[in-house]
């Protein structure tokens, strides 16, 4: 059972994280025009944040949740293979459109696959398995826009986001293999009633608010290593330095997953590791060279495999049976609109070059650590 699950989250996740580069590449390879291609790739990213509570109440309320999550992570596949079909043959409004649609699909395929766990396992499996599936999301992160960037070179962009497509579809199928019960009640909870629980629970409410300051500062990496890869003559060091924090995640979601430290309390680890993750950005300024930088990426980045995995097993634990899909759905849309803004703001900050904002995002972590431990602490 666990390695279909781990396949349904793989394929729906290299979907999803190869789709932010495939329309991108589809989009210039049939119209050649770069606007439209970050238009199309944020009309597919933006409805992540803004359908989570959406598509997560849905979920909760469904008596059979199979059928609904095999219809829309199979519906964000369709979606993702219409646009690389018919990018430069429709209309841009049409394709759009599409690719909002497959957007609105997508939270499922994500923190909603994740919220299924507490189900599909026994207590003392779970967090094993949240820290392999916390794995999936980096193994998609790590691969998905390299694979798709190889494909389109060899074969066209077209034929990659049909691949993804196709790869989102089967997970939709695999879905409907997993025993998920049929449920008695159907939930009647308002959309706003996951904002509710996050906010009214305590623990949910330290870690959401923590771990969305903490995706603020990794919006940031992307201009960052860009940043650090000028500053060391080295043009590579961009995506090596990116590589390297990933990898670092995908090694600690492992090494958790074969022991997990702090299960009993998996808030404080949240917090913990957001703490460790400061320590090696802060110093990253202070070294010569790539090397010793990638050594501190890679360090920084194997605290985030922790965390994640642990953030799992805080919702699963605190968030109410009515809204538990939707508190999974909706912390996931917290944190890609943190990233957003995080991102955004580097880009206002990027005078200050890449030490500054090394030094930044490093105070960012830190200071969510210590604000979610004082918000654990208050009665």
């Not at 790739?41 to 359908?51: E, I, K, Q, S």
């Amino acid at each position: 059972m666990i390695y279909r699950y781990l396949t349904v989250a793989a394929l729906a996740r290299f979907a999803d994280e190869g789709a932010r580069v495939a329309l991108v590449l589809v989009a210039l390879d049939a119209t050649g025009s770069a606007l439209f291609g970050g238009v199309l790739a944020g009309a597919f990213m933006v409805p992540h944040v803004l359908a989570g509570p959406a598509v997560g109440a849905l979920a909760d309320r469904a008596r059979r949740r199979a059928p609904v999550y095999a219809l829309l992570i199979g519906g964000n596949g369709v979606a993702i293979a219409l646009c690389g079909l018919l990018a430069g043959v429709a209309p841009h409004a049409v394709v759009l459109v599409i690719a909002v649609l497959g957007g609105c699909c997508a939270p499922l395929g994500t923190g909603g696959l994740s919220s299924l766990i507490k189900e599909l396992f026994r207590p003392e499996r779970r967090d094993r398995v949240y820290g392999l599936d916390v794995m999936t999301y980096n193994l998609a992160g790590i691969c998905g826009p390299a694979v798709v960037a190889g494909v389109a070179q060899l074969a066209g962009a077209r034929l990659a986001t049909v691949a993804l497509g196709a790869g989102a579809v089967t997970a939709g199928l695999l879905v409907l293999s997993l025993p998920l019960r049929r449920r008695e009640f159907t939930g009647g909870t308002a959309l706003t009633a996951g904002f509710g629980a996050i906010w009214r629970i305590r623990p949910l409410r330290a870690v959401t608010v923590a771990t969305g300051l903490g995706a603020g500062a990794y919006g940031a990496f992307p201009l960052v290593t860009t940043l650090l890869a000028i500053q060391y003559h080295a043009g590579y060091a961009a995506g090596a330095l990116l590589s390297a924090a990933a990898i670092g995640g995908l090694t600690g979601s492992l090494l958790y997953a074969r022991h997990p430290v702090g299960a009993r309390r998996p808030e404080r680890t949240v917090m913990i590791c957001l703490l460790a993750s400061a320590l090696p950005l802060a110093a990253v300024p202070f070294v010569p060279g790539v090397l010793p930088a990638l050594l501190l990426f890679a360090a920084a980045g194997f605290f985030v495999g922790p965390q994640s995995a642990a953030l799992f097993a805080s919702r699963d634990r605190h968030a109410p049976p009515a809204v538990h899909t939707q508190v999974f759905t909706l912390g996931a849309g917290l944190k890609v609109t943190a990233s957003a803004l995080g991102a955004a703001l580097a880009g206002y900050a990027a005078g200050a070059g890449p030490d500054g904002l090394l030094l930044a995002a490093a105070g960012v972590y830190a200071a969510a650590g210590a604000l979610g431990g004082a918000l654990l602490l208050r009665d």
